[in-house]
């Protein structure tokens, strides 16, 4: 007798280099036992701040020149966001695990 087995369904892992953290939130769903974390990633793009108005000025063979004064910057653009939802054990554990990390980084520093 053969077993027919499924396949498990590959996964596309993704590591950003950098996130901006959003926050906290309760799930509303579930008395308090569940917390979602936020996260995004942005990138800076270039952008028209601010436009002027046009005006006419003459060159030096008293052509007629369009004049229009542009202030360039930047925005930022959402490129990806993420919400993990956890157990609050969980999110202790988290809490846990990063004040470990933070007190093993403060030890290699002071070396």
């Known amino acids: ?6 396949k498990i369904k590959k996964i596309e892992n993704y590591a950003e280099y950098r996130a901006d ?3 906290f939130a309760p799930v509303a769903t ?8 936020h996260f995004i ?11 002027g108005n046009e005006s006419d ?3 030096e063979d008293e052509h007629i020149v369009k004049e ?3 202030q360039i910057g930047s925005t930022n653009e959402l ?3 993420c919400t993990v939802t956890m157990p609050l054990v969980q999110l202790k554990g988290l809490r846990e695990a990063i004040d470990s990390l933070l007190l093993q980084l403060e030890q ?3 070396k």
């Open 41 to 51: 990633s942005t990138r800076a793009v270039p952008a028209i701040i601010n436009e």
């Open 68 to 70: 229009k004064t542009l």
């Open 21 to 23: 953290f959003v926050g």
């Open 1 to 6: 007798m053969s077993v027919k087995l499924s």
């Open 30 to 37: 579930t008395n308090e036992t569940t917390v979602d974390v």
């Open 57 to 59: 000025s003459h060159n």
């Open 108 to 110: 290699q520093k002071q």
């Open 79 to 81: 490129v990806h966001s």
